[in-house]
Every structure is written in structure tokens, then in C-alpha cells.
């Protein structure tokens, strides 16, 4: 499909004053931190060198983890049932792995019972069935297994009727979360969630998955003053699904995420768990070379799936499967599922586009055809592809349901508080949001979000942005300078690949590759006349509009190609334009 011609933001070069600061850098280098906002010699050491001994914060930090450990505890020890309430997406399965795992390892070493009689147990919501967070219907099934202690993860925040219903049937409730705030909290639940009012720990990013770690290692740390032969470091095995989660959620790999997305691709790629190995193998992957990449487009899309257009538990079944047969049967399931996933996309993201008004502000598609398990994945198709906030609606039972995407700098929550009483419910990020309607009162809803859209729209609102890092001539990129990029790794949110400009390319040779002819490989010539190759994914339709000899500008990021056992510089293409004098 023809990509949207985009505004080129290139940022501004740094000065001789900033260049002499770092003397032993590259000056390439310099560039990148700069625009990632690392100007002293502290940040720039500290994003180069994460420690995992010294630039993690201690969990106790957290205002109520020592009360929540303590009656984790209590509940092992004396036999009550705790059910892990985690969510259908890859942070909620991966946080509610990561508890289980945890819990799993202090009932055996400190020799309790309650792993071995199933009184530790997990639940995952129904997209379609319970929607979002903790449901009244969930509380009343709980009610009625006799559980005591219910923790969420990656949920609860928001669910405070939910959570007075718990405390009514006598239960209590730990939150594990990372969701932007209601405007009320629980006065009831103990809370662990970095932006919770009053918190004292220090960063205030971490996904879910990171939170449900933090508990974890304040876990092991408790277990130990009591005795237990709980080795020091053995949380480091949880890391493996930390660094999945916090890619695929999308926090920004900055702080303290940097230092566990650093680690945990190391323990995910000698991990142990046979799910992993199992979804790896599934998936085409090679356990050792895995990066963020690998993770945010073969290995998460495959766990967010199940929650997607299945049920989650098929996901983290996986996840916890420690018999290999049984491994490799949930991970060809994940991968079966995973093929409907994207083929439902494609069509529903065909008839969105079909319906929508691309000169709204606030654009809103109600398309009952479409699961709404892939409603954020269309959503998030139309913001990018439109630059402004998007919601796709859809009808779940007796209710409207949708998910929404928007560009940097919406506010989805504060657009919902302005039309709450229209709403059953909402929450979620700035950038992203679920909720659920009346159907008679999707007209007001889109009135009022389109009217906030409208009076907090930007100057960019509609224009597709592209930030480039620095102008970069293609004879510049050599081995060294592949080295020394790659030191910017791991890649995400607030870290994303360095993206490079190059003016005036000639083109040699231009054609389509791939299965389907949706690629492009494309031959350019440096200012030196050296021969450069580009590939260019979902750029195919590209060949037939160009020319040899045809001058472009060419957005790039550089990477290396590994086949049959050679190594070649490899540019991948991000964007073309007819070359021009100037850069917006």
C-alpha cells in the first residue's frame, strides 16, 4: 500500500561546545544522545553502562510493599487461596507469569503447602466476555472458590466498585498496576503502581510487568529474612519476561526500564523456560540473537493474540509449561491464532478505511463486523496513518466497545473525564484507551471527544511526522560506525532506532522482492560512486515510480544482514522523497 507523504523533522545539529564535552565519542554518537536528551557525563555513562547492581531502584521503596509482601506471605503460609487476576494482553500475561513463577519458588524452598494444593491460582478476563479489569462477575466467581486474596496485575487501578465488592464478601485486594489514574483510587485495596497518590518510588515508568518484578524481588528479599534458601540474584530468571512485556507495552526504555530491558534480553536469550524456547522456535527464532525487534514484531504479537481474538490462557499456559511436547503444541496454536489475528486486521483496517472522514479531527469508526480484539491494532493503523486520534466501536453483548490509538501529545483520559457521564467506563494512557458505550449515546460521545480533539489539536494535527536523528552521507556508514550505534541498543520507546538522512542519492536499480512483491530492494549510488543496497519493507509499490538515475533523498537506518554466513551493511529504507534543497 502507497505510504503518506511525511513532514521531515530533523534535528538540529549539535555545536563544537557540545562535541568537545565527549572528546572519545563519535561525533554521530554525541548527535544521537543529544536528541534522546542525555547532556552530562552521568546520563551518558549511565545509558551506555546500566548496572544491574547500582541503577535499580530497592522495591521497598514502594509506600505499601512491605504490607503487601507480608500478606502474601500470611496467605501462603496459613492456607488461604490467592487468585491472580492478570490482563489479556502481553504485560498482564507476563506480570501474572512472573507472580506465579515468584510465588511458586518461595512456596518450595520455604517448604509450604499451598502450591502443591492449589491455593495459589490465576484468572484472565475474556476480552469479550468481562472486558477490561477486574467485572463484577469475576468477584462473585471468586466469592464462590473461596478466594481470600485477589492480586491484579496490569488492572485494578480503576476498579474501585469492583474492589468495595470484594471487601463486601470478605476478600482482600493487592493492585498491581501501571495505568494512568481515575480520578478516585481505592481507599481499600493495598496499592503498588508508581503513579499511585502519595507514592515515593522514584520512576514512575515501568510496565506492569516491571511493577509485578518489583514485588517479586521484594518477595525473595522477605523470604530470605526468614530463613528461606532463596539464592541472591535469582530473580534475574524473571527478566526473561520482563523484557517481552515491557517492549511490547510500549513504555518508554529509559531509567530503570533500560536497565531491565538490558538485562533481560541476556537472560531471554539463554532462557530456561521450555514455553519460550518452544514460541521462540515456533516464531523462526534463534534463542541467543534476539532484540527488541525480534520482540515487538514475532514474539509479543504472538502472546497478545491469544487475548486478542482467543482466550489469553492459551498464552500463558505457554509460558508456564514446563513439559516440551506440550510446549511445542501451545506455541503452533499461538502461531495458528496469531495468522487469523493478522489476516482480521487487514480486513477490518480495508472497511475503516472505507468509512472514516479524513478531515475530522477526531476520527471514530463503529464497524460491527470488526472483533474487538483487533480494534486498538485498526485503531492504531488509522492514527498512524492519518495523524490524528483514532477509535474503532464495535458491539460486545448489550454494549459498544473500542479501543483507541492516538499520535504524541493526545490525552485520551482526560478526553474521556470531559464525557463521563455518556461512558458505562474507559481508562487506559495518554495514547491509547479502552471504553465501552450505550449504543444510543455513541453520537454525543464522538461529539464531545471530537470537540476536545478540536480545542487541544497542534499545528501538526493530520501531518504524518517523521523525526530524523542527523544527515548522514552513505559512504559514512562503515563497519566501525554499525559498532558503534548498535552500542545505542536496546531500541523503544524513548530510545527508538537512529534514523539517518542522506540528500541527493542516485538511484541504480530499483525492484520488488518477497513472497508477495511487497518489498523493496533498491541499489543507490554515494556521492563517492560507491554502490549502496536498500531494503525497503512494505515499499514494493515504490519500483514502478522510479528510475536509474533518478535523485531522491532517502530517511534510513542502518542495520546488518546475516545470511549464510556472511555480514553486509544493510540501509533499510524509512522514507523517499524526490530529492529537495531543504528539510522541514
Not at 544491574?52 to 510493599?65: A, K, N, S
Not at 544527515?471 to 559514512?476: A, C, I, P, T, Y
Request: proline share 4%; charged share 20%; aromatic share 6%.
Amino acid at each position: 500500500m502507497k505510504k503518506q507523504p511525511a513532514t521531515w523533522n530533523l534535528h538540529t545539529p549539535v555545536g563544537e561546545d557540545v562535541l568537545n564535552q565527549f572528546p572519545e565519542l563519535d561525533p554521530v554518537l554525541v548527535q544521537l544522545l543529544s536528541n534522546r536528551g542525555l547532556h552530562t557525563q552521568d546520563e551518558v555513562d549511565a545509558f551506555f553502562g546500566p548496572d544491574y547492581g547500582t541503577d535499580l531502584h530497592d522495591p521497598f521503596l514502594f509506600r505499601q510493599m512491605t504490607s503487601v509482601v507480608k500478606r502474601i506471605m500470611r496467605a501462603l503460609e496459613t492456607g488461604e487461596i490467592i487468585m491472580i487476576h492478570g490482563d489479556y494482553d502481553a504485560d498482564g500475561i507476563c506480570g501474572t507469569a512472573v507472580l506465579m513463577t515468584a510465588i511458586k519458588e518461595v512456596c518450595q524452598r520455604c517448604r509450604l503447602t499451598a502450591w502443591d494444593e492449589g491455593r495459589v491460582r490465576w484468572y484472565l478476563p475474556s476480552r469479550e466476555g468481562d472486558g477490561y479489569g477486574m467485572s463484577y462477575s469475576a468477584v462473585e466467581a471468586f466469592k464462590e472458590m473461596e478466594v481470600n486474596v485477589i492480586i491484579t496485575v496490569d488492572c485494578g487501578i480503576a476498579n474501585v466498585d469492583e474492589i468495595a465488592l470484594a471487601y463486601a464478601f470478605g476478600m482482600e485486594v493487592i493492585v498491581v498496576d501501571h495505568h494512568q489514574l481515575p480520578q478516585t483510587c481505592s481507599e481499600l485495596a493495598l496499592t503498588v503502581h508508581p503513579l499511585a497518590p502519595g507514592e515515593t518510588y522514584p520512576f514512575k515508568k515501568l510496565a506492569a510487568v516491571g511493577v509485578a518484578f518489583k514485588v517479586a524481588c521484594a518477595l525473595y528479599a522477605h523470604a530470605r529474612s526468614r530463613k528461606a534458601q532463596i539464592p541472591f540474584g535469582l530473580e534475574k530468571w524473571l527478566l526473561d519476561l520482563v523484557s517481552i512485556a515491557t517492549v511490547t507495552d510500549m513504555v518508554s526504555l529509559t531509567g530503570e526500564n533500560r536497565v531491565l530491558e538490558t538485562y533481560g534480553l541476556t537472560v531471554l536469550n539463554k532462557s530456561k523456560r521450555v514455553g519460550l524456547q518452544a514460541l521462540m522456535a515456533a516464531a523462526g527464532l534463534t534463542q541467543g540473537k534476539l532484540t527488541t525487534t525480534d520482540i515487538g514484531f514475532r514474539i509479543g504479537p504472538r502472546i497478545n493474540a491469544a487475548g486478542r481474538i482467543a482466550k489469553a490462557d492459551v498464552a500463558l499456559e505457554l509460558l508456564l509449561e514446563e513439559d516440551p511436547k506440550r510446549a511445542e503444541e501451545l506455541a503452533e496454536q499461538l502461531n495458528q491464532i496469531n495468522a487469523e489475528r493478522q489476516k482480521l486486521t487487514e480486513q477490518s483496517t480495508k472497511r475503516a478505511l472505507a468509512l472514516v472522514d479524513v478531515e475530522a479531527s477526531f476520527i471514530a469508526v463503529v464497524d460491527h463486523e470488526t472483533r474487538i480484539g483487533v480494534a486498538g491494532l485498526v485503531a492504531g493503523k488509522l492514527a498512524q496513518q492519518l495523524a490524528r486520534p483514532s477509535v474503532v466501536m464495535t458491539r460486545v453483548g448489550a454494549h459498544v466497545v473500542g479501543s483507541g490509538r492516538a499520535p504524541s501529545g493526545f490525552q485520551f483520559v482526560e478526553a474521556m473525564d470531559t464525557c463521563r457521564e455518556l461512558m458505562v467506563g474507559g481508562g487506559g494512557h495518554p495514547e491509547a484507551c479502552g471504553f465501552t458505550l450505550l449504543e444510543e449515546q455513541i453520537p454525543a460521545w464522538i461529539k464531545a471527544m471530537t470537540a476536545f480533539a478540536s480545542q487541544n489539536a497542534t499545528e501538526s494535527a493530520g501531518q504524518v511526522s517523521l523525526d530524523i536523528d542527523a544527515e548522514l552521507e552513505l559512504s559514512d556508514v562503515s563497519w566501525e560506525l554499525v559498532e558503534r550505534v548498535s552500542a545505542m541498543e536496546p531500541h523503544g520507546m524513548g530510545n527508538p532506532t537512529p534514523r539517518f538522512l542522506a540528500r541527493g542519492v542516485q538511484v541504480i536499480a530499483a525492484e520488488t522482492v518477497g513472497k508477495t512483491q511487497t518489498h523493496l530492494r533498491l541499489s543507490v549510488a554515494t556521492k563517492t560512486r560507491s554502490i549502496r543496497p536498500c531494503i525497503g519493507f512494505g515499499w514494493g509499490w515504490l519500483a514502478a515510480e522510479l528510475s536509474m538515475g533518478d535523485t531522491i533523498d532517502l530517511v534510513y537506518e542502518i542495520g546488518v544482514n546475516e545470511w549464510n554466513g556472511s555480514r553486509e551493511i544493510q540501509l533499510q529504507i524509512v522514507d523517499v522523497q524526490k530529492s529537495r534543497s531543504g528539510c522541514v
